[in-house]
């Protein structure tokens, strides 16, 4: 579409794109609209030079939709809709340091997030993004076949993801968590807004197909989390102090590079409320 309120530069051939004269903290119903319809079309926007405060970045998520809260980890005490993505210097696992999409354990994952960048390492802590309807569009009209009748078991127990998060809950976990999560959930769902189809299985959450056990489900499974980050399907941001960053859930994964041992990095992220995929 044309853009009348903000300018719109493509940051990768398959997904991702800035967004340019917007000020985060101050967005009128026009602009936010377009805003809105950008992240559709590119999945994954990127907002340079921002300077907006805790309430500034919970309200510009709240209009996407209700905010979501993480499980596992509290939010910042004033702010409780804010968790700190954060990996210290002296530690060696990063938080979110596997391809994945946002707590597909849960009945209803996120729409998406909203992600500030606070403290950065000298180099390194980029973020990759990968394009689910570009990854769905390009299997075979077989493999199509069979996993349109698919649904899949996604449980926070799966090694990979659970281990990115541990530091995170000794911190700060919440008392009133359970043990874990699990939901299922078609392999490949329909967007609500787009009604595109996207891959909805991620090597950090999926254990197996409902009704299969993880062995027999793993050929198949094992095939679609490399099939799903092909480079040809990615974008890679590197981070500034300042930078905003929302993506859609429902149609990108995400993986956050752990490249940067023995320095501090620090980013904001408020979750935004989604639908049980279908």
């Known amino acids: 579409m044309a853009y009348s309120?903000?300018?719109v530069t493509p940051y990768g051939g398959a997904v991702g794109a800035e967004v340019g004269g917007v000020d985060l903290g101050e967005l009128d119903n026009e602009t936010f609209a377009e805003i809105e319809q950008a992240l559709y079309e590119n999945l994954v926007l990127f907002f340079?030079?921002?300077d907006i405060t805790e309430d500034e970045q919970v309200a510009f998520a709240a209009r996407f939709g209700p905010i979501g809260y993480y499980p596992f980890v509290e939010g910042l005490r004033d702010h409780p809709?804010?968790?700190?993505v954060l990996k210290e210097a002296g530690e060696s696992l990063n938080f979110g340091g596997v391809w994945h999409s946002d707590t597909a354990y849960l009945e209803k994952p996120p729409m998406g997030s909203v992600l500030y960048a606070k403290e950065l390492p000298p180099v390194g802590g980029d973020t990759l993004w990968s394009n689910m309807y570009l990854a769905y569009e390009r299997l075979s009209g077989g493999m199509k076949d069979v996993l349109d009748g698919l649904k899949a078991v996604n449980s926070s127990r799966k090694?990979?993801?659970a281990i990115t998060r541990e530091a995170r809950i000794e911190d700060h976990g919440k008392e009133d968590a359970a043990d874990y999560y699990e939901a299922v959930h078609p392999a490949i769902r329909i967007h609500p807004a787009t009604g595109k189809k996207a891959i909805y299985v991620n090597i950090g959450h999926t254990a197996n197909f409902e009704g299969m056990t993880e062995e027999e489900?793993?050929?198949?499974l094992n095939y679609l989390?490399?099939?799903?980050?092909r480079p040809e399907f990615t974008c890679r941001f590197k981070w500034e102090v300042g930078d905003v960053a929302v993506w859609d859930n429902r149609c990108a994964q995400?993986?956050?590079m752990n490249d940067y041992h023995?320095?501090?990095?620090?980013?904001?992220?408020?979750?935004?409320e989604g639908e049980a995929p279908a």
């Open 5 to 7: 309120k903000i300018e």
């Open 159 to 161: 090694g990979p993801a």
């Open 262 to 272: 023995g320095h501090r990095r620090l980013m904001h992220r408020v979750t935004i």
């Open 225 to 229: 989390f490399e099939h799903a980050i």
């Open 217 to 220: 489900s793993a050929p198949i």
């Open 81 to 84: 809709e804010i968790v700190p």
């Open 254 to 256: 995400h993986y956050a």
């Open 48 to 50: 340079h030079d921002q």
